[in-house]
């Protein structure tokens, strides 16, 4: 990690504790999280950083609003001789909450440092984000890089949960939730992972999941589809010579 990442690594971590711990209510206690997916492809911000079976690990903690933790990406075949082996790990922080004196709008605020060891090495954003509560839950979230890219992705996202749909079992109800993001990024960013200056919509993201609860899991089966909106993305595509992505996954998540 560069100096300049853990420098602003420690200062969100500095102010968000303490944001944390002077907004935390009477019998606030940490809460662990757990989470196990697995994915036919790895694609991220429309970028295919593994074509084959991927298992995705991480853990967090959450205290009054805070959250810290680690998460990773395991290559599961051998695509890209990486085989056993972790080809991205994130450490984050995060400070999340209703904003003061808005009713049904909430924010979040963090750092994500990203180590991709057979890529770029490290870089961090800092993020922050707003959700409304309206129809279909709009979302905006805006990423600057502050370390190799110095440039910024913007996130636009909706999402709708249709309620339960079926039962597996008695008392087993299934599901079925829906999302879809936009993602548009400044020339520097795009110039960074893409190779081209140009600024635009980058790419298309949509699901379909099936959620239901066992043994104290919640276990998620997804459909997945992205593609590459801007036509200079589509033409470079550094990322395995395709624009479009179907692929599929089930995640798998506990709170204690």
């Known amino acids: 990690m560069s100096s300049k990442s853990l420098v602003v690594l420690a200062a969100l971590v500095f102010v968000a504790l303490g944001t944390g711990v002077a907004l935390a209510e009477e019998g606030s206690s940490v809460e662990f999280e757990v989470t196990a997916d697995f994915f036919s492809k790895y694609i991220w911000r429309g970028q295919n950083l593994n074509e084959d079976y991927a298992f995705q690990p991480g853990i967090s903690a959450s205290y009054a609003g805070f959250t810290g933790g680690v998460w990773g990406s395991l290559d599961m075949t051998d695509y890209g001789d990486n085989e056993g082996e972790f080809t991205e790990v994130d450490y984050y922080v995060d400070y999340s909450g209703s904003v003061p004196g808005v009713e049904g709008v909430e924010f979040a605020v963090g750092v994500v440092n990203y180590h991709f060891p057979s890529i770029y090495g490290d870089t961090t ?96 089966p997804s459909l997945n589809y992205v593609t590459l909106v801007d036509g200079a993305l589509r033409s470079s595509d550094s990322f395995v010579q395709s624009s479009d992505y179907f692929y599929t996954g089930i995640g798998l998540s506990t709170s204690f």
């Open 125 to 220: 954003e800092i993020y922050w984000g707003l959700g409304f509560d309206l129809p279909l839950s709009p979302s905006v979230s805006v990423y600057h890089d502050v370390d190799q890219a110095d440039g910024t992705y913007v996130s636009f996202g909706i999402g709708q949960d249709f309620g339960t749909i079926v039962e597996l079992a008695e008392g087993m109800p299934v599901g079925m939730d829906f999302s879809a993001s936009l993602g548009l990024a400044d020339g520097d960013y795009n110039e960074f992972y893409w190779g081209t200056k140009d600024a635009g919509l980058n790419d298309l993201a949509l699901s379909v999941s099936f959620p239901f609860e066992v043994f104290g899991w919640s276990v998620s």
